[in-house]
Nanobody, 127 residues
Framework: QVQLVESGGGLVQAGGSLRLSCAASGRTFTNYAMSWFRQAPGKEREFVAAINWSGPIILYADSVKGRFTISVDNAKNTLYLQMNSLKPEDTAVYYC????????????????????WGQGTQVTVSS
């Protein structure tokens, strides 16, 4: 059974940084797409970033490009999201997601393309 557990959320001032972690277990993720989504109150869950676990494909939403970095640590079976230059509009619950890859050159970015989800971690950015 795949299990994803996020951590690292919290309250930070605008311009600050946070690093989210997602501990993955239950299988080998070599051929998996891993991603971060977020959901603000009253809004749809939206794509933030995705990575092919075995590299090197990485995708970002335009709203976070240049500020957020997604990465994996194979030894620790952990997915990360380094968030810098945070803005109040980044405030949301952040979710880790996983799904088997569906193509060599395609990396899923749609919420309905992911099978497994973590419970979420709250990120609040104050102005």
């Amino acid at each position: 059974q795949v299990q994803l557990v996020e951590s690292g959320g919290g309250l930070v001032q605008a311009g600050g940084s946070l690093r989210l972690s997602c501990a993955a277990s239950g299988r080998t993720f070599t051929n998996y797409a891993m991603s971060w989504f977020r959901q603000a109150p009253g809004k749809e869950r939206e794509f933030v970033a995705a990575i092919n676990w075995s590299g090197p494909i990485i995708l970002y939403a335009d709203s976070v490009k240049g500020r957020f970095t997604i990465s994996v640590d194979n030894a620790k079976n952990t997915l990360y999201l380094q968030m810098n230059s945070l803005k109040p509009e980044d405030t949301a619950v952040y979710y880790c997601a996983a799904a088997p890859r569906v193509g060599t050159y395609y990396l899923q970015t749609g919420r309905y393309e992911y099978n497994y989800w973590g419970q979420g971690t709250q990120v609040t950015v104050s102005s």
